[in-house]
Nanobody, 124 residues
């Protein structure tokens, strides 16, 4: 397993941008697919974006396509989520997750490790 720590959340006005970072421990990070999920109060944890182990394959939720970009730096054991044109409905706790499956996946149950989450709040 890998240990994951998210950072970069905060308060931003609608239309603004944030960049979330996820730092991973463990020498096997580069063999994991990575994903971002989010959970708003009273709602289920939803898929946001995923990236395959080498970064060649990407997947996004329809609600964030064209606004969010996932990327990774295997040399630094990092994964990022660039969020542009933020909307109030993007407000949630954002979680980083790692999957041994290597392929970019949107399925919650395919992720083995989770971070503690970082709060993103978008004001109107």
């Amino acid at each position: 397993q890998v240990q994951l720590v998210e950072s970069g959340g905060g308060l931003v006005q609608a239309g603004g941008s944030l960049r979330l970072s996820c730092a991973a421990s463990g020498r096997t990070f580069s063999s994991y697919a990575m994903g971002w999920f989010r959970q708003a109060p009273g709602k289920e944890r939803d898929f946001v974006a995923a990236i395959s182990w080498r970064g060649h394959d990407l997947d996004y939720a329809d609600s964030v396509k064209g606004r969010f970009t996932i990327s990774r730096d295997n040399a630094k054991n990092m994964v990022f989520l660039q969020m542009n044109s933020l909307k109030p409905e993007d407000t949630a706790v954002y979680y980083c997750a790692a999957s041994r499956g290597r392929s970019a996946t949107k399925w919650y149950h395919e992720y083995d490790s989770w971070g503690q989450g970082t709060q993103v709040t978008v004001s109107s």
